[in-house]
Every structure is written in structure tokens, then in C-alpha cells.
């Protein structure tokens, strides 16, 4: 069992060329849904500050700083508390400063009497990433409500919270079909999955005056296909659209809404959406059988691990139409549904947690930006401005890169793996630089250089304390010494991506802890938010995603440039493992921080320690992830070229590509046999560690 790319290697010809399919919105069921005019005020607020606040002029203050400044006397209110949290907050809001989104529908419209509220929000380009919000509305007594659209009935969040412990959740994942396509959709369930259709649906599709056409069915069954009853929580929801194609929304009922947005908000668009299961085979199954998606990418048994906690999962979706050299239109293409899918081996860990707690449901939510650097950056700016916004799991630094005396010794060499490199600096010379750098708090406990320090701080410090046996050492070798120091911020990066990003940017990406892929010559960006709709901490919940895909810019033959591939980057096959790892880093480290303020120093230790080898596992198994993606990488090409030469008759030269193509998946293999037994290795140090109670 193993990490494999492109599961299904042939496209099933037998798939209509009429299902036309794309990504349409989600939809959010909470507590509490505020009036519009409510959320507008403070749309108000934050772009009256964007119109005081000028980042490049804030004289010697930081651009935080100073926005706090504006912000607090812009505000009636007591200045925002200094201590947030990510439980207990409206989403909407968080959307709202967080990211820039604003509020660009709403239903009932005014005079409609509603038993549910409900508001649309989108990012500045409001045909890209939609999100639905809806919550119970309060009905006056007397008030008759004759709900004109089933999808914004009452009863349909209220089944959602019976079927998920009463928590908030991703409700609906909504997909706009072409012409025709909605029957088609409607009969494979009929015949092939009829448990799934939703009562009010179980004789065809609604028809609606405004020419909009809609499909309800529930997502999963409770347990293996068709020889267990539905889940009745989370819905999957197509709409044809045969009126006005000019429609934002095509959800029927949403009003549009006027919105402002400052020049500094970022447009987002729906990459992929991931689901917690306990039949992974199952819902599979059932997507080829209705939509005729076919696997992509397998992360199977003994790959995914952290400690003791054990998944599998699988990413499906469609054969897209799409064929561009546009990076732009490759942005905003939203007709490349990609569905990863997970479910728990063992009973511990995050999949399993969220499982036990809330059951099936969608586990994130994954959209794409231009600049994912700026993104989390202004992101992370405006929650310390405004006091509200997204917090972002935390990734050891040690992912990124750390000080060691043998990176003192050698520097930063390249990443030929088979070459012997000599030492530059000597061991006592290298010890004495570690030392001191250490006794003056440049390094941090982790072994990471504090990100705030300046080369010129360093080399300050260094000066005043090199001991005199190795002054002359160190003067000879100083430039190669602070660089070494300086780069160690983000070697690992650099060995992946050498001098295609600044310092500068390397720094922000580590300061914003935002994860790296690599794909052959296309490059993953990654991040992911602390929980969202969560109550109370420790409580499983979802969460949102950003990704950014550089897609490579080669030439093709024809000396044009060739087609970007939808979901060029991957999935981050080295980060997903960092994902699984960076969950439950971050739920033990809430854990030490509470057991810490509650003076509870074994509780605190015991949690600690299990920080300590979730951060030892990621470390040990990043290099051997990068061994599984360059494999498949370089089997992938070989498998593009193999093609081409197949179909123009070159037969020989084809047999050298499968015996490279071969080779390849050996040492994929063997890379997956290491990552395994690592696995093994790591599981058995938490067993340990549960077991002993420390």
C-alpha cells in the first residue's frame, strides 16, 4: 500500500460529453446569522480604515501597529482584546476582516417572512469562491411561513444538526451542471442509489420561475454502499441554470447585495473540497456510478501517519475540458472538481476524532489565490488589527529549517545526495559560532534563528564574542558563516527551490507558516486555518484551506507555451503528512498551554512530549517524502513522453521510457517502504508514551 498518483491512468470513454460540471458554492448551517445591515456597518468600519490607513507611511511604526492605532480610534468600543481565539465567533465576520470577503446576497429579501436566515459571501470576484451561510430566523408568532425555495427550509438544518451532534458545519457542497445534465444526474441516483435522493426530490428535480433547476442528495450512506441507510447530514447540491446565465448566485431565492471592496482584497476560487468518512471505497463508488469521477491520487494504508493515528485517502473528481496556456484563466477555472476523501485505520487522531464526535462530513474547504505570501499576510495583519479574523495551524519550525553545527561545518550545499562534501569550517570553530549564538538568544530553543534578527545583529554579536582561537577561522570564513546562519531561517526550502524566491520571500513564507510542494517544475502552496464554526476549544470542526499553483512556464516543441494542467502541483503529496502531523501538533500543544495555566506540570509534560515526537517524525519524514514525489514525478514525465511516442509509432524509444518508468516506481516503492517503517517507529514511541502515562 502505497502513495500513487493518478490512480486511474485511462479516462473512462464511456463518460457522456454532456455532463458538463463545476464548482458552484458551499453552504455553512450555524448557530446565528446577523442581519445584513448589521454585517454591512462593518464592512463600513473596516473600509473607512482602509481609507485612513496608508501601509507605506507609518513613519517608524510597523504597519500592526499603526493599523491598531486608526482602528481603536475609529472604534466606540474598547480596542479589540489582545487574546484571540478562534472558538465561539460569527464566520461571517471572521470572512469579512479576516480575508476581505464581503457580503454580496442575502435571503429572505425584505417583506418575505422566512423560518431561516440566510447570507451569501463572496471574495472580490463574486463568480469565484461563494459561501452560503444560513441559521434559524426568529418567526414572529402569527408570522405564516410558506417557504417558497425547499433548500432554505427549516428542516433541513435541523436534520443537519440531529445528524451531527447538534455542531455547525459545511452543509452543502453545490455543483452548477450544463443543460440537460441535471436529469441524467437524477436518474443514475434514481436507479443506482435511490436511498440517497432526499424525500421532496425523490420524483425528479425542483423547478423554479427564475429557470433554475435543483437536485438535492445526501453525500454518504452510514456505512458500506447501498447495504446501509443514508447519512442524512451533509447534501450534495446540483443546479442547472436555464435563465439569466448573468446571475452571481445561481442558488434561486438570493438577493443580490451591494458590496465595497478595497483594492487590497484578494479574489479566491474553489480548488478541491475534502471529506471525513468511514467508507472511503463507498462514497468512491458511488461518485463514479452518478458523476463518472474516477481516482486521481491514492494516499494509502501505512503512508499517512502521525504517531498512532493511521488514514487513507484518495483524491477523485472529473476529466476537465479545460485547455489553457492562461495562468488567469487557469486561476479562475472552476470546472476541475477535485473531492479528496479520507477515512480513519485507527482510534486516535484527528479523522477519527472528528468522525466520533460530528460523524461524516466535510472536513475542509480548499480555494486558490494569486499570492498566497500577501494573502496570509494581510490575513494575519488584520486579525491583529481588527481583533477578528483567521488564526493558522502551526508548523514546527524545524520544517522550514534549523541551526546545526553540521550546517555551521558544511554550509548550504546542493542537493546532490550521492556527493561527499568536505568541511569548510572547522568543528570547534562551528561550535563556538553555535554556542554563542545560542547563549545570546539568536537561536531559539527549537535550534530555529529568531526571524527578527538582522544580519547585521548577528554578525554585531558574533564579533564581540568569537574566543581567540578561532577569530582568525572565523574572520577567514565570516561571509560564508552569516550566510549559512541566515539561510538556515529556510534551508530546507532553499534545497527544494534554490534562487527562484528572495530572501525575502523565503522569509515570509516561514514567517506565515505556509507549507511547500514540489511537482516536477510546478510548485504548491499551502495553508490551512485553525478550526472554524467551533464552539468550544478541543472540539473537532472544519476548517478552510489556500493554496497557490505555480504552474511551470516551458515551451512546448512548437516554441509556444504549453498547456497548464488543472491541479498542476499536486495535492502536496510531502505536505499532506505535514498536514496530519501539523493537526495534532497543534491540538497538543493547546493542550500543554491549558495544562500550563492550570498549573498542572505532568499534564503539561505528557503533552509536551508528545509535541516533541510529532515534531521528530515530520522531520525524519520529510526527506523521504521528497524521495516519493521526485519518483513519481519523474515517472509521471516518463509516462507523458511515453504516450506521445506510442502514438507516433516510435516503438523503441518507447521501451527505454517503460523501463524508466519501471525503474521509477521501484524506487517509489522502496521510498514508501522507508516512510512506513518510520511510521512504525514513531507509532510505537506514542504507544509508549500513552502507555506510561508520560
Same mark, same amino acid.
Given at each position: 500500500?502505497?502513495?500513487?498518483?493518478?490512480?486511474?491512468?485511462?479516462?473512462?470513454?464511456?463518460?457522456?460529453?454532456?455532463?458538463?460540471?463545476?464548482?458552484?458554492?458551499?453552504?455553512?448551517?450555524?448557530?446565528?446569522?446577523?442581519?445584513?445591515?448589521?454585517?454591512?456597518?462593518?464592512?463600513?468600519?473596516?473600509?473607512?480604515?482602509?481609507?485612513?490607513?496608508?501601509?507605506?507611511?507609518?513613519?517608524?511604526?510597523?504597519?500592526?501597529?499603526?493599523?491598531?492605532?486608526?482602528?481603536?480610534?475609529?472604534?466606540?468600543?474598547?480596542?479589540?482584546?489582545?487574546?484571540?481565539?478562534?472558538?465561539?465567533?460569527?464566520?461571517?465576520?471572521?470572512?469579512?476582516?479576516?480575508?476581505?470577503?464581503?457580503?454580496?446576497?442575502?435571503?429572505?429579501?425584505?417583506?418575505?417572512?422566512?423560518?431561516?436566515?440566510?447570507?451569501?459571501?463572496?471574495?472580490?470576484?463574486?463568480?469565484?469562491?461563494?459561501?452560503?451561510?444560513?441559521?434559524?430566523?426568529?418567526?414572529?408568532?402569527?408570522?405564516?411561513?410558506?417557504?417558497?425555495?425547499?433548500?432554505?427550509?427549516?428542516?433541513?438544518?435541523?436534520?443537519?444538526?440531529?445528524?451531527?451532534?447538534?455542531?455547525?458545519?459545511?452543509?452543502?457542497?453545490?455543483?452548477?451542471?450544463?443543460?440537460?445534465?441535471?436529469?441524467?444526474?437524477?436518474?443514475?441516483?434514481?436507479?443506482?442509489?435511490?436511498?440517497?435522493?432526499?424525500?421532496?426530490?425523490?420524483?425528479?428535480?425542483?423547478?423554479?420561475?427564475?429557470?433554475?433547476?435543483?437536485?438535492?442528495?445526501?453525500?454518504?450512506?452510514?456505512?458500506?454502499?447501498?447495504?446501509?441507510?443514508?447519512?442524512?447530514?451533509?447534501?450534495?447540491?446540483?443546479?442547472?441554470?436555464?435563465?439569466?446565465?448573468?446571475?452571481?448566485?445561481?442558488?434561486?431565492?438570493?438577493?443580490?447585495?451591494?458590496?465595497?471592496?478595497?483594492?487590497?482584497?484578494?479574489?479566491?476560487?474553489?480548488?478541491?473540497?475534502?471529506?471525513?468518512?468511514?467508507?472511503?471505497?463507498?462514497?468512491?463508488?458511488?461518485?463514479?456510478?452518478?458523476?463518472?469521477?474516477?481516482?486521481?491520487?491514492?494516499?494509502?494504508?501505512?503512508?499517512?501517519?502521525?504517531?498512532?493515528?493511521?488514514?487513507?485517502?484518495?483524491?477523485?473528481?472529473?476529466?476537465?475540458?479545460?485547455?489553457?496556456?492562461?495562468?488567469?484563466?487557469?486561476?479562475?477555472?472552476?470546472?476541475?472538481?477535485?473531492?479528496?476523501?479520507?477515512?480513519?485505520?485507527?482510534?486516535?487522531?484527528?479523522?477519527?476524532?472528528?468522525?466520533?464526535?460530528?460523524?461524516?462530513?466535510?472536513?475542509?474547504?480548499?480555494?486558490?489565490?494569486?499570492?498566497?505570501?500577501?494573502?496570509?499576510?494581510?490575513?494575519?495583519?488584520?486579525?491583529?488589527?481588527?481583533?477578528?479574523?483567521?488564526?493558522?495551524?502551526?508548523?514546527?519550525?524545524?520544517?522550514?529549517?534549523?541551526?546545526?553545527?553540521?550546517?555551521?561545518?558544511?554550509?548550504?550545499?546542493?542537493?546532490?545526495?550521492?556527493?561527499?562534501?568536505?568541511?569548510?569550517?572547522?568543528?570547534?570553530?562551528?561550535?563556538?559560532?553555535?554556542?554563542?549564538?545560542?547563549?545570546?538568544? +539568536?537561536?531559539? /530553543?527549537? *535550534? %530555529?534563528?529568531?526571524?527578527? !534578527? $538582522? @544580519?547585521?545583529?548577528?554578525?554585531?554579536?558574533? &564579533?564581540?564574542?568569537?574566543?581567540?582561537?578561532?577569530?582568525?577561522?572565523?574572520?577567514?570564513?565570516?561571509?560564508?558563516?552569516?550566510?549559512?546562519?541566515?539561510?538556515?531561517?529556510?534551508?530546507?526550502?532553499?534545497? +527544494?527551490?534554490? /534562487?527562484? *524566491? %528572495?530572501?525575502?520571500?523565503? !522569509? $515570509? @513564507?516561514?514567517?506565515?507558516?505556509?507549507?511547500? &510542494?514540489?511537482?516536477?517544475?510546478?510548485?504548491?502552496?499551502?495553508?490551512?486555518?485553525?478550526?472554524?464554526?467551533?464552539?468550544?476549544?478541543?472540539?473537532?470542526?472544519?476548517?478552510?484551506?489556500?493554496?497557490?499553483?505555480?504552474?511551470?512556464?516551458?515551451?512546448?516543441?512548437?516554441?509556444?507555451?504549453?498547456?497548464?494542467?488543472?491541479?498542476?502541483?499536486?495535492?502536496?503529496?510531502?505536505?499532506?503528512?505535514?498536514?496530519?502531523?501539523?493537526?495534532?501538533?497543534?491540538?497538543?500543544?493547546?493542550?500543554?498551554?491549558?495544562?500550563?495555566?492550570?498549573?498542572?506540570?505532568?499534564?503539561?509534560?505528557?503533552?509536551?512530549?508528545?509535541?516533541?515526537?510529532?515534531?521528530?517524525?515530520?522531520?525524519?519524514?520529510?526527506?523521504?517524502?521528497?524521495?516519493?514525489?521526485?519518483?513519481?514525478?519523474?515517472?509521471?514525465?516518463?509516462?507523458?513522453?511515453?504516450?506521445?511516442?506510442?502514438?507516433?509509432?516510435?516503438?523503441?524509444?518507447?521501451?527505454?521510457?517503460?523501463?524508466?518508468?519501471?525503474?521509477?516506481?521501484?524506487?517509489?516503492?522502496?521510498?514508501?517502504?522507508?516512510?512506513?517503517?518510520?511510521?512504525?517507529?514513531?507509532?510505537?514511541?506514542?504507544?509508549?508514551?500513552?502507555?506510561?502515562?508520560?
Amino acid at each position: 500500500m502505497a502513495i500513487t498518483d493518478e490512480a486511474s491512468e485511462e479516462v473512462d470513454l464511456h463518460i457522456p460529453q454532456g455532463l458538463d460540471i463545476q464548482f458552484s458554492h458551499v453552504h455553512l448551517y450555524v448557530d446565528h446569522v446577523a442581519d445584513v445591515d448589521e454585517y454591512k456597518n462593518y464592512e463600513d468600519s473596516i473600509n473607512n480604515f482602509h481609507h485612513e490607513f496608508d501601509p507605506d507611511n507609518n513613519g517608524a511604526l510597523d504597519v500592526v501597529t499603526r493599523g491598531k492605532e486608526i482602528w481603536n480610534t475609529m472604534q466606540d468600543a474598547s480596542p479589540a482584546n489582545e487574546g484571540y481565539s478562534s472558538h465561539g465567533r460569527d464566520v461571517v465576520k471572521q470572512l469579512i476582516a479576516g480575508f476581505g470577503f464581503r457580503v454580496t446576497g442575502c435571503y429572505p429579501p425584505s417583506g418575505v417572512c422566512s423560518s431561516t436566515k440566510t447570507v451569501l459571501v463572496t471574495s472580490s470576484d463574486p463568480k469565484g469562491i461563494q459561501i452560503v451561510v444560513s441559521s434559524l430566523g426568529n418567526v414572529q408568532v402569527g408570522g405564516i411561513v410558506d417557504e417558497k425555495y425547499v433548500h432554505f427550509d427549516r428542516a433541513n438544518i435541523e436534520r443537519f444538526f440531529k445528524a451531527h451532534d447538534n455542531r455547525q458545519g459545511v452543509a452543502v457542497l453545490a455543483f452548477q451542471v450544463g443543460s440537460g445534465c441535471l436529469n441524467e444526474i437524477y436518474q443514475r441516483y434514481h436507479d443506482l442509489h435511490p436511498d440517497l435522493l432526499i424525500d421532496c426530490y425523490k420524483e425528479g428535480v425542483k423547478s423554479y420561475e427564475t429557470g433554475d433547476d435543483i437536485l438535492e442528495v445526501f453525500a454518504y450512506y452510514k456505512g458500506e454502499k447501498s447495504t446501509s441507510p443514508a447519512d442524512e447530514g451533509t447534501i450534495l447540491r446540483f443546479i442547472e441554470t436555464n435563465g439569466s446565465r448573468d446571475k452571481v448566485c445561481k442558488l434561486p431565492g438570493i438577493k443580490w447585495v451591494p458590496a465595497k471592496f478595497h483594492h487590497s482584497c484578494s479574489s479566491a476560487y474553489f480548488d478541491h473540497w475534502v471529506s471525513n468518512v468511514f467508507s472511503r471505497t463507498g462514497f468512491l463508488e458511488t461518485l463514479e456510478d452518478t458523476l463518472f469521477f474516477t481516482p486521481k491520487v491514492d494516499f494509502n494504508a501505512g503512508v499517512v501517519a502521525a504517531g498512532e493515528a493511521q488514514i487513507e485517502s484518495t483524491v477523485t473528481g472529473n476529466v476537465s475540458a479545460l485547455s489553457t496556456a492562461e495562468k488567469d484563466s487557469a486561476l479562475k477555472d472552476q470546472s476541475q472538481i477535485y473531492l479528496p476523501i479520507n477515512n480513519a485505520l485507527t482510534k486516535v487522531g484527528h479523522v477519527h476524532g472528528f468522525l466520533q464526535e460530528i460523524g461524516q462530513g466535510v472536513q475542509h474547504v480548499a480555494s486558490r489565490v494569486q499570492d498566497i505570501v500577501t494573502f496570509v499576510q494581510q490575513a494575519n495583519d488584520r486579525r491583529k488589527v481588527f481583533g477578528e479574523g483567521f488564526t493558522f495551524l502551526n508548523i514546527p519550525r524545524s520544517y522550514y529549517g534549523v541551526l546545526t553545527k553540521d550546517l555551521l561545518m558544511k554550509g548550504i550545499q546542493d542537493n546532490n545526495a550521492t556527493k561527499q562534501y568536505s568541511n569548510v569550517v572547522s568543528s570547534e570553530c562551528a561550535s563556538a559560532v553555535f554556542e554563542i549564538c545560542a547563549e545570546q538568544s +539568536l537561536v531559539l /530553543d527549537d *535550534l %530555529s534563528l529568531d526571524l527578527g !534578527v $538582522s @544580519i547585521g545583529k548577528v554578525k554585531e554579536v558574533l &564579533d564581540a564574542n568569537i574566543p581567540a582561537p578561532c577569530s582568525e577561522e572565523y574572520h577567514k570564513n565570516e561571509s560564508f558563516i552569516l550566510d549559512t546562519i541566515m539561510r538556515s531561517r529556510y534551508v530546507n526550502l532553499y534545497y +527544494l527551490l534554490r /534562487d527562484h *524566491l %528572495s530572501e525575502e520571500s523565503y !522569509v $515570509s @513564507i516561514v514567517r506565515n507558516q505556509i507549507l511547500v &510542494d514540489v511537482q516536477g517544475e510546478d510548485l504548491l502552496f499551502q495553508i490551512f486555518t485553525s478550526n472554524i464554526l467551533q464552539r468550544n476549544p478541543g472540539e473537532a470542526a472544519p476548517f478552510f484551506e489556500f493554496i497557490q499553483r505555480v504552474c511551470s512556464e516551458c515551451i512546448g516543441p512548437d516554441g509556444c507555451p504549453k498547456e497548464l494542467k488543472p491541479g498542476c502541483g499536486g495535492f502536496g503529496i510531502r505536505n499532506f503528512l505535514t498536514l496530519f502531523l501539523s493537526i495534532e501538533v497543534t491540538k497538543a500543544m493547546l493542550e500543554a498551554t491549558s495544562a500550563k495555566e492550570l498549573g498542572d506540570q505532568a499534564k503539561h509534560d505528557f503533552f509536551q512530549h508528545q509535541v516533541d515526537i510529532f515534531t521528530d517524525q515530520l522531520n525524519e519524514s520529510n526527506p523521504i517524502l521528497t524521495e516519493i514525489s521526485d519518483a513519481m514525478t519523474r515517472e509521471g514525465k516518463a509516462r507523458e513522453r511515453l504516450e506521445s511516442l506510442v502514438a507516433g509509432g516510435n516503438s523503441k524509444e518507447a521501451e527505454e521510457l517503460r523501463l524508466v518508468m519501471e525503474k521509477e516506481g521501484q524506487a517509489k516503492a522502496a521510498a514508501n517502504g522507508k516512510l512506513m517503517q518510520c511510521n512504525l517507529k514513531y507509532q510505537k514511541l506514542m504507544k509508549n508514551l500513552r502507555e506510561s502515562g508520560m
